[in-house]
């Protein structure tokens, strides 16, 4: 491997002629017409020559920085973030809503509230057992059902609260 003392980017913008006074200058392309080159603040052309390889690439100097984002990653975040908050919300209606309807039949606080909390329960545990097997690149079928299936009976018992 080639160790270059001046860092790994020792060949960014800078000029093929041996000249050394032209050395840290940066190199001048006439204005490329191709659409497909990127453009814009930050981008530059890094070559790069390990041996193996030769040739040059397009990077960003924000990526390079840390400071570069995906597209819209800000807005998801702020997306997920309320979600988590609704959900915890409609988390504690449903739970109180079932437990209110499961304490009124057995009176007893304790397995009144482990039968309110297991549907909820088992959907988040469901939830992310789905969305780990999907990272692992494998089916989650019968996730999805038992989501959905506890889904429906969480609301089934929703409703029978609502209506005795």
Not at 13 to 39: C, I, K, M, N, Y
Not at 92 to 113: C, E, G, H, L, T
Request: with cysteine; aromatic share 6%; proline share 8%.
């Amino acid at each position: 491997m080639n160790h270059n003392p001046a860092g790994p980017l020792a060949h960014q913008g800078t000029t093929a002629s041996p000249g050394p006074s032209r050395q840290h200058e940066p190199e001048r392309h006439p204005p490329v017409s191709d659409t497909s080159t990127p453009r814009g603040p930050g981008l530059f052309a890094i070559e790069r020559n390990d041996g193996a390889q030769t040739g040059a690439f397009i990077t960003n100097i924000r990526r390079l920085a840390g400071r570069e984002r995906p597209p819209g990653s800000v807005l998801i975040a702020a997306a997920t973030w309320l979600l988590a908050i609704l959900d915890a919300g409609l988390l504690y209606v449903s739970f109180d809503a079932q437990y209110q309807y499961i304490f009124a039949v057995k009176n007893a606080r304790i397995p009144a509230m482990i039968e309110a909390a297991m549907l909820d329960a088992g959907m988040i545990i469901l939830s992310a057992l789905g969305i780990g097997l999907a990272m692992r690149g494998k089916a989650s079928k019968a996730e999805r059902f038992l989501i959905m299936t506890c889904s429906a009976a969480s609301a089934g018992m929703n409703f029978a609260a609502a209506n005795p």
